[in-house]
């Protein structure tokens, strides 16, 4: 007796089919059967993603108009170029010398744009929304041959652990850039501007998406086979759960928050306008 479930001829050239029309997987001729607008939130993502791209590109390029005393932009922190412009107690560190003529930021952005490349919300955000991969769920998508993460280059998405380890040291400079903001442009203690709190509500988003990364919650809660033994582990295991549950959230917030500081930044030393003291 016929099922209807035999996978339909495609129009190939040849008979039987492969990826979503492979002769394993069930014979659905319709690409899906949704109704609603399943492709306003691939497509919002793509554009949202692009958006950050072309912003962080230009200014990680541009080399200039990145510190307004005192107010460091996170793209260039720490800077660790000679060539970087002198901040006083900030996070100048001249590892490389006068030979480097490109960006500074070049140097440091690897770490933090290594952590969100890698990590699990954006590896679906930019499969669905740049490569269709799949574009949405219970859509079927376009591509024949699916290897996963199991090929060079996605096979580097594995490392995404190592780049939290570096993401951690990161987050902690630039809580200390958010410190330093408690200065007038004279270096003098005591003082809170516009920026101070742009940069207070940015390094907390930062440390929020950072904690509430899947790798974190591991390392704190993983490999541990009674939870009764480790009391703390276990207390602090479910705190990065309830921020894990709102790990896509905090990545889009923290993204644009990192770009809100840089262009406060960029604005504060083009003389664009002057920071408003708050006291």
């Known amino acids: ?26 014979a659905i001729a319709p690409r899906h059967l949704r109704t609603d607008r399943w492709w306003l ?15 962080s590109t230009w200014r990680a390029f541009a080399n200039s108009d990145y510190y307004a ?3 460091v ?20 560190w001249e590892i490389f010398g006068s030979w480097w ?11 933090p744009l290594g952590f ?15 490569w269709a991969s799949p574009p949405a769920c219970a859509v079927a998508e376009p591509h024949a041959k699916y290897t996963g993460e199991t090929r060079f280059p996605l096979i580097l998405q594995n490392i995404h652990r190592y780049f939290f380890y570096a993401a951690v040291p990161v987050a902690g400079i630039l809580t200390y850039d958010t410190v330093l903001t408690f200065r007038d442009e004279e270096y003098a203690w005591g003082h809170m501007g516009l920026g101070s ?3 207070l509500v940015n390094i907390v988003l930062i440390w929020a998406y950072t904690l509430s990364c899947h790798s974190c919650r591991h390392i704190i809660g993983g490999r541990l086979r009674h939870f009764s033994k480790h009391p703390v582990r276990y207390r602090l ?28 930044v960029y604005l504060l030393a083009t003389g664009a306008f002057a920071d408003p003291r708050l006291f």
Not at 4 to 24: I, N
Request: net charge positive.
């Open 197 to 199: 709190l742009i940069f």
């Open 41 to 55: 939130a691939p497509a919002l993502t793509a554009a949202g993603l692009f958006a950050f791209i072309v912003y």
């Open 69 to 71: 005393a005192p107010y």
């Open 73 to 92: 932009s996170p793209f260039y922190s720490p800077c660790l170029a000679e060539s970087c412009a002198p901040m006083r107690n900030g996070p100048n």
């Open 1 to 26: 007796m016929a099922t209807g479930t035999e996978p339909p001829a495609v129009s190939t050239g040849v008979s039987g089919g492969t990826g979503v029309h492979g002769a394993s997987r069930a």
């Open 101 to 111: 003529g490109l960006s500074p930021a070049l140097l440091i952005l690897i770490f």
């Open 237 to 264: 295991w479910g705190w990065a759960g309830k921020l894990n549950n709102r790990h896509m959230q905090l990545a889009w917030a923290s993204l644009i928050s990192v770009a809100l500081c840089d262009f406060y």
């Open 116 to 130: 969100r490349l890698t990590c699990y919300y954006y590896r679906k955000a930019y499969y669905r929304g740049f």
